[in-house]
């Protein structure tokens, strides 16, 4: 579906918490922490820190933390790509195991107070995640290829 920009996902999906990696931690925002890592590495193309630093709704966790920096620092990454990239991560149970968006959702949402900032987060960019899954799961049912746009 994203042809040669297949890859790019492979690398984002592996990659895009690890800046929850003691060794990496700086902020304590971990799409900026590993943004920030990644981008420090030789050979890491700069849409995949792109990708790592707006990955699933960090656009508005930044906002709730009072963090501008992702958008000053990094730029949003081809919404195609990003969409993709939430679609891997909401699709994915923390054990690996396949699961439903709004299941995804919830179990976030579950898992922190609702007075914590991620679970602010994910209340306020739920719908803008779950559309982000919406266009993934359209272009898969109807095999079509997507236009990246870079």
Not at 25 to 34: A, E, I, K, P, W
Not at 47 to 59: M, R
Request: glycine fraction near 8%; hydrophobic fraction near 45%; proline fraction near 5%.
């Amino acid at each position: 579906m994203l042809g040669e920009e297949a890859d790019l996902i492979e690398v984002a999906a592996w990659l895009h918490d690890i800046g929850y990696a003691m060794s990496v931690v700086s902020t304590g925002f971990h799409s900026l922490d590993g943004a920030r890592y990644l981008r420090g590495l030789e050979g890491v193309p700069e849409v995949v820190c792109q990708l790592v630093a707006h990955h699933t709704g960090a656009a508005i966790e930044a906002e709730e933390r009072g963090m501008p920096a992702v958008a000053a620092e990094f730029a949003s990454p081809p919404a195609a790509l990003l969409d993709a990239l939430t679609y891997c991560d909401l699709s994915t149970a923390v054990d690996g195991v396949p699961t439903d968006v709004d299941e995804r959702i919830a179990e976030i949402l579950a898992r922190y107070p609702t007075d914590h900032v991620v679970h602010r987060s994910i209340r306020r960019s739920a719908p803008l995640l779950r559309c982000a899954a919406r266009n993934v799961q359209v272009w898969m049912a109807r095999g079509q290829s997507v236009e990246v746009g870079r």
